[in-house]
């Protein structure tokens, strides 16, 4: 159990700093983050992310009923579960109700990622859920069918989910997410206009800026 208690104490910092920076706010969101091939670890249900405990951390087989566990994880499991299965590479996944994103996920508003060098990797895809009820297995299956397009998903009426290949790469994720929506909705209150990137001045950057690793996405 020992060689468990990292991964706990990095979630249970990263739920403070989501606290810290407005990335959640009250008992809104929940985190999670991969433990082998078949389970995670996940804020258990109704918790609050600035002050998690040990206990709060739930190890969750993705096989097993919410119901067969003492203390319940969070209901939102059904979407955690649907990007581990579908994107194993993936090791953290964050959802969260940030004023700026949640506001562009209320609203038809787009969210170019052709800004700047972090947005241009982190918003290189983001897709739309339409609204079902939070932790409905039908929440969990429209997530399950976008995961492998996106590594961000507005939750129409609902928040967000980001996820990624390890807890700082999503928590960057999430708070390049709320920058851009928090521009791109200021700019629009006092009617300044911006002037993105090309789309080929963003591919090349994707391509052979050496900033990262180019993603390799499924097409389906």
């Known amino acids: 159990m020992l060689l468990l208690i990292p991964l706990v104490q990095e979630l249970k910092q990263l739920g403070r700093y989501m606290i810290n920076k407005q990335l959640a706010w009250g008992n809104a969101g929940n985190i999670s983050a991969r433990h082998g091939e ?3 670890f996940i804020t258990a249900s109704g918790t609050y992310l600035g002050e998690l405990a040990d206990n709060d951390l739930i190890e969750c087989q993705f096989n097993a009923c919410l119901s067969d566990y003492k203390r319940k994880p969070s209901k939102e499991m059904p979407m955690h579960r649907a990007v581990y299965q579908e994107r194993p590479e993936i090791q953290a996944v964050l959802h969260a109700s940030p004023f700026y994103s949640t506001m562009a996920a209320c609203t038809g508003i787009e969210l170019p990622s ?4 972090e947005s241009m990797y982190y918003l290189e895809r983001v897709e739309r859920i339409p609204y079902y009820h939070p932790g409905s297995n039908e929440l969990g299956e429209a997530v399950r069918k976008k995961a ?4 961000i998903l507005l939750l129409e009426n609902h928040g967000v989910l980001v996820y990624d290949t390890s807890i700082k790469e999503a928590r960057m994720a999430l708070e390049t997410l709320e920058m851009v929506s928090r521009m791109i909705i200021t700019a629009k209150a006092c009617g300044t206009e911006f002037k993105p990137l090309s789309f080929d001045t963003a591919e090349d950057f994707l391509h052979y800026s050496g900033y990262k690793p180019k993603r390799k996405w499924q097409m389906q």
């Not at 052709?114 to 060098?117: E, G, I, S």
């Not at 492998?148 to 590594?151: L, P, Q």
Request: aromatic share 10%; net charge neutral; glycine share 0%.
């Open 38 to 40: 078949e389970s995670c």
């Open 114 to 117: 052709n800004l700047f060098v």
């Open 148 to 151: 492998i397009k996106a590594n």
